[in-house]
């Protein structure tokens, strides 16, 4: 059977397909709680309501405002300070045109092109995907990414970027290693069935490093998809 050419910009659509608007399942119950509420709910309301980060639900809520479905207003304080940013839905009738299980079908097509490719050649193809989103990631970071930073430091601007963009992300350090542990994969349960696309993330790392500090090895060394609690990255920066 001759394999199936896919090439990395179409796999990038691919990606950016299954991220996009309603792809991630998170999102998509964002959108929901936000629509239960008239009133509309801050981005820490959210938060606190689906367990994810701050800056994860903000990510989420404002890739929602872009793609039209919410709306941004302000609430007056209780007392002194800043008026806070609600979102709000857009439409008061809940009609979503989309199946609410796009982002499965999208994810297991995606897992199912990489599987009729070798596993090698899916595995580079994934990474290499990773690795170019990543470097666009911390180009635009702007001076944040053109700073001169410790290893340490750049590596805590890597996982505040991948919580942006639905990885619950944090460092730790094991023993003298440094690693990153993300909690939560925008990819969603199919990955289960084809842990080809963790790659994508492990090069989004290695991408983002490169441009921030320098070359760094990279490896996934436990992941959700083979049965661990948590995607682990292991880092080493040769020192």
């Not at 608007?21 to 998170?26: I, K, L, Q, R, V």
């Amino acid at each position: 059977m001759a394999s199936l050419a896919l090439s990395p910009h179409d796999f990038a659509n691919m990606v950016s397909a299954i991220t996009s608007a309603f792809g991630d399942p998170s999102r998509r119950d964002m959108y929901l709680l936000v629509h239960a509420k008239a009133a509309g709910m801050t981005a820490s309301e959210v938060a606190n309501t689906t367990g994810l980060h701050a800056n994860v639900a903000r990510h989420h809520l404002d890739k929602l405002v872009s793609g039209g479905y919410l709306e941004v207003t302000q609430r007056a304080p209780d007392g002194a300070g800043r008026p806070a940013k609600v979102y709000r839905s857009t439409e008061s009738n809940l009609e979503l045109a989309f199946d609410l299980g796009h982002d499965d079908i999208l994810v297991t097509l995606l897992g199912k092109a990489l599987a009729r490719l070798p596993a090698n050649e899916a595995a580079e193809l994934a990474e290499e995907v990773g690795i170019e989103f990543g470097r666009k990631m911390a180009a635009a970071m702007g001076d944040e990414a053109d700073s001169q930073r410790s290893f340490r430091s750049s590596l805590h601007i890597v996982a505040d970027a991948l919580s942006a963009h639905g990885f619950a992300a944090r460092t730790e350090r094991d023993g003298d290693q440094l690693r990153i542990v993300t909690d939560h994969c925008p990819f969603g349960d199919v990955v289960l069935d084809h842990p080809v696309i963790c790659a994508v993330d492990r090069g989004m790392v290695k991408g983002m490093l490169s441009s921030i500090y320098g070359e760094t090895a990279v490896a996934l060394s436990s992941s959700i998809a083979s049965g661990d609690s948590a995607c682990v990255t292991a880092v080493d920066n040769g020192s």
